[in-house]
Each structure stands twice: as structure tokens, then as C-alpha cells.
């Protein structure tokens, strides 16, 4: 009788809990097992990557100093950048000082006259001569700008803009000096004859150099001084 409760009661209590037991096991076998796989691969592989033999420590080495060398390239190249900025501020601010004309002018000149290939020393002494850095200056004979383009050849160079576009900044002396290198490459390099065809037109400078003349009239002087 005893033995027949016993096993009801086992029946009735302990199989269910077992049962759940089971099932509790199930579920945590397989991330319990990965667990201790885990942690006995990453203590043979500390074993194994601190052994100064071991060609996975000489792996791990590798990658670090790969990554070490890439982060001071980048550094280095951060550095350089900040050098370089710091070296166009200084030209920047040494050109407004030097001409009397805000800064931010003075940045538009000495970027525009890089971006175009123009020594920005030369970009603004044209400047200077040419419009006194008045922006809306307009010559009698209808040259518009910082940089006194004639609207013809503003237009035939950029045939996109306006009359008004003349009176952009920017624009104005993108195309100026985009003129001014067009005609230093023309003239093969020769400073004096590009900047006489600047003021003068260069089919006049062309006419008169073909005629055995002198096409100077005292504006290349002008821009470049005692050169």
C-alpha cells in the first residue's frame, strides 16, 4: 500500500518537475556548451598568442602594428592639412594687410588665382591695377569687375552667365584669371606679352608684334613693378 503511494506521489510531484528540469536543461544546453567552448578557446588562444614562437602572436603583432601605422598616417595627414590651412591663412591675412582690402576678398583673390593657375602675387597686383579691388567697377570702355572683363569675352568664355554674373565676386575673377592663364599659354609663358594682350586685346598685341613692333605700353610694368 505504502509502496503504490509512494510511486503516485512520484508520479503526481517529482515527474513534473523533472520534466521541467528537462526542459529547462534543453534550452540551456546548447548556449551553456557554447559558453564553456568559448571560454576554452579564448584561454587557448591567450596561451597560445602570448607564446613568442607562435605564429598566431606574430599575426596578432601584425595586425596591431598595421592598425598603429595606419592611425599615424591618418594623424599625419590631419597634421599636414592643419599646416597647409595655417599656411593659406597666413597668405590670406598677409595679402589683406598688404593690399588694404578685407579678408574674405583677399581669400577669393589668392584661392580663385591657385585654383586657375595663377601665381596669386600676380592675381593681386591685376587686381590692383585693374579695378583698385572695386567690385563694381565699370572702365568707359564697358570692362565690368575686379578683374575689368570685357563682356564679350567674359561670354565667350563662360556663355552660361549674364551681364550681371559679371558683377559676382567670384565669378568675375574666375574668369579673369581663367583669361590670364588662357593667354600666358598662348604666349608660351611670356609674362610681359600675356599681359599686354590682357589690356590691350591680343589681336593688337599679335598685329603690332608681327610689324616688328613693341607692344608695351606700360601696363605689364605697372602690374609687375620693377620686373
Known sequence: MMSSVLVQWEQESVGPLRRRLGGIWAALRGPVLLMLFGSAMFGLGVYVASAPWSPLADFFVRQRLAGAEAELKARQGELELARL?????NNVMGYSAKFKIPADLAASIYDIALAEGIDPELGFNLVRVESGFFQRAV???GAVGLAQLMPRTAFELDPTIGYSDLFDRDTNLRLGFRYLRMLLDKY???????????????????????????PSNGYARAVLGAQ
Do not use: F
Not at 590651412?85 to 591663412?89: D, G, K, N, P, T
Not at 606679352?193 to 608681327?210: E, K, M, Q, S
Open 85 to 89: 590651412e595655417l599656411a593659406r591663412m
Open 139 to 141: 572702365s568707359p570702355k
Open 188 to 214: 608660351e609663358g611670356d609674362l610681359h606679352l600675356a599681359l599686354h594682350a590682357y589690356n590691350r586685346g591680343p589681336g593688337t598685341v599679335d598685329r603690332i608684334v608681327r610689324e616688328g613692333g613693341d
